[in-house]
């Protein structure tokens, strides 16, 4: 059994800043690729970074230059600073990892809401 959990959603001002975390803990013995994907109300679940056990990084265009995410493989962690949040960055994020021989795990999710 692998667990993933969310932490660091909120409200905050647009401009403002956020960190989102996430830990996955369980039965793993190899992760392969973490990434985080977000769901805005009455939308499809996209992708908004992800990276893969050697560092790379992809990034969604509209999140390019704001978001950074990054990994701790000793720890199990995928983070996301999200910097110069938009009304439009308002979701619920979730984080999701590819582990053990390949299956696909996600997090219940953490909202992130931006607003003045």
């Known amino acids: 059994q692998v667990q993933l959990v969310e932490s660091g959603g909120g409200l905050v001002q647009p401009g403002g800043s956020l960190r989102l975390s996430c830990v996955a803990s369980?039965?793993?013995?190899?992760?392969?690729?973490m990434g985080w994907y977000r769901q805005a109300p009455g939308k499809q679940r996209e992708l908004v970074a992800t990276i893969n056990r050697g560092g790379s990084t992809n990034y969604a265009s509209s999140v390019r230059g704001r978001f950074t995410i990054s990994r701790d493989t000793t720890k199990n962690t995928v983070d996301l600073q999200m910097s110069s949040l938009k009304p439009e960055d308002t979701a619920v994020y979730f984080c999701?990892?590819?582990?053990?021989?390949?299956?696909?795990?996600w997090g219940q999710g953490t909202r992130v809401t931006v607003s003045s």
């Open positions: 999701k990892i590819q582990a053990n021989v390949g299956d696909t795990y």
């Open positions: 369980g039965s793993i013995y190899r992760i392969f690729n």
